[in-house]
């Protein structure tokens, strides 16, 4: 199954149990990082990627140095395992890695969450790839992605979805990235980038493979 069929059951599903008030206000806070200029912070091709080392789902160093190193590098970053669309994301990503793999291709997924969730998530889904922990988030920042949540949205997420986003990334703020993935070549510079404000929609893994192994 493609990841957008499984991110548009996901849509239908959520649109019917979220209330009316509290769509708006997630459809407000949409909207206002398209026209606030959210979207023109994050890098584009032909930056120079940032680097970075953090920790994977074993407390293992992983460096971005030394992946691109090998060949192009795929960086997609989420916003946690308690977000249904990113988990829908990371496991169409796990069940391609191999693929990604046979054509000299490095995959990493960054998340803000904790390190007892990235352990959780990775043993559950069996993930064959680095999760990294991106500690309040700063490479999300590195790469212009990191949002703030405005008072309504997080009353939305505490009382409608009973989340507590800064505790569980165990962070010092209500931080998230906009969803996003990156295509790094072995110069380390950025080739493709695919970020949208709406976390309801992702690339096909597909359509970064297609370009990384080009390169």
């Given at each position: 199954?493609?990841?957008?069929?499984?991110?548009?059951?996901?849509?239908?599903?959520?649109?019917?149990?979220?209330?009316?008030?509290?769509?708006?206000?997630?459809?407000?806070?949409?909207e206002s990082l398209r026209k606030n200029g959210a979207v023109d912070q994050i890098l584009k091709p032909g930056a120079k990627a940032p680097a970075f080392t953090l920790k994977n789902q074993h407390a293992e160093d992983v460096s971005s140095v030394d992946l691109i190193k090998q060949g192009p590098l795929v960086v997609s970053f989420t916003r946690g395992s308690w977000c249904p669309f990113c988990a829908a994301e990371v496991r169409a990503?796990?069940?391609?890695?191999?693929?990604?793999?046979?054509?000299?291709?490095?995959?990493?997924?960054?998340?803000?969450?904790?390190?007892?969730?990235?352990?959780?998530?990775?043993?559950?889904?069996?993930?064959?790839?680095?999760?990294?922990?991106?500690?309040?988030?700063?490479?999300?920042?590195?790469?212009?992605?990191?949002?703030?949540?405005?008072?309504?949205?997080?009353?939305?997420?505490?009382?409608?979805?009973?989340?507590?986003?800064?505790?569980?990334?165990?962070?010092?703020?209500?931080?998230?990235?906009?969803?996003?993935?990156?295509?790094?070549?072995?110069?380390?510079?950025?080739?493709?980038?695919?970020?949208?404000?709406?976390?309801?929609?992702?690339?096909?893994?597909?359509?970064?493979?297609?370009?990384?192994?080009?390169?």
């Open positions: 199954m493609l990841l957008e069929q499984t991110l548009a059951g996901l849509r239908d599903k959520f649109a019917k149990i979220i209330p009316d008030s509290a769509s708006a206000i997630m459809e407000g806070h949409i990503l796990n069940e391609v890695y191999d693929q990604f793999r046979e054509a000299g291709i490095e995959l990493v997924v960054l998340s803000p969450q904790s390190p007892d969730s990235t352990r959780k998530q990775a043993a559950t889904g069996k993930l064959k790839f680095n999760l990294l922990v991106d500690k309040n988030n700063e490479i999300g920042k590195a790469f212009g992605l990191v949002y703030t949540f405005p008072d309504d949205l997080k009353d939305v997420y505490s009382n409608v979805f009973k989340l507590d986003i800064q505790a569980l990334n165990e962070a010092s703020n209500w931080q998230l990235p906009i969803p996003a993935r990156f295509v790094i070549d072995g110069s380390g510079v950025i080739r493709d980038a695919k970020a949208d404000p709406d976390y309801r929609y992702r690339p096909e893994p597909s359509d970064v493979f297609d370009i990384a192994k080009k390169l």
